[in-house]
Nanobody, 124 residues
Framework: VLLMQSGGGLVQPGGSLRLSCVVS????????LSWARQSSGTGKGLEWV?????????RYPASVEGRFTVSRDNTQNTVYLQMNNLKPEDTAVYYC?????????????????RGRGTQVTVSS
């Protein structure tokens, strides 16, 4: 199983970024997918920021609802994370992952398979 991420970088507050993740080694159309992030220096684990089920239904935590959008293209085995109105507190390393479990607020998530991560920095 391989998850290859792209996108990320530096953006000003209020800006937008789109992350992509190409998945191989699984039957892509039959797996739910998630995005999670980890902020450096906080000592916290992975924070779930959204996910998409096989039928295209999406779920988000309150912290990103209305700003982040997860989508998938089953023809390209790719999952996307569109991030709008970015805030400095969104700065983190973002990971795509296989699976979708919605944690209780404040709880970290773990995945058997995830990408290597991509840095997103929101700063003026």
């Amino acid at each position: 199983v391989l998850l290859m991420q792209s996108g990320g970088g530096l953006v000003q507050p209020g800006g937008s970024l789109r992350l992509s993740c190409v998945v191989s080694g699984v039957n892509f159309s039959r797996v739910a997918l998630s995005w999670a992030r980890q902020s450096s220096g906080t000592g916290k684990g992975l924070e779930w920021v959204g996910g998409i089920y096989t039928n295209g239904t999406t779920r988000y935590p309150a912290s990103v609802e209305g700003r982040f959008t997860v989508s998938r293209d089953n023809t390209q085995n790719t999952v996307y994370l569109q991030m709008n109105n970015l805030k400095p507190e969104d700065t983190a390393v973002y990971y795509c992952a296989i699976g979708l479990i919605i944690p209780d607020p404040g709880y970290e998530v773990k995945y058997d398979y995830r990408g290597r991560g991509t840095q997103v920095t929101v700063s003026s």
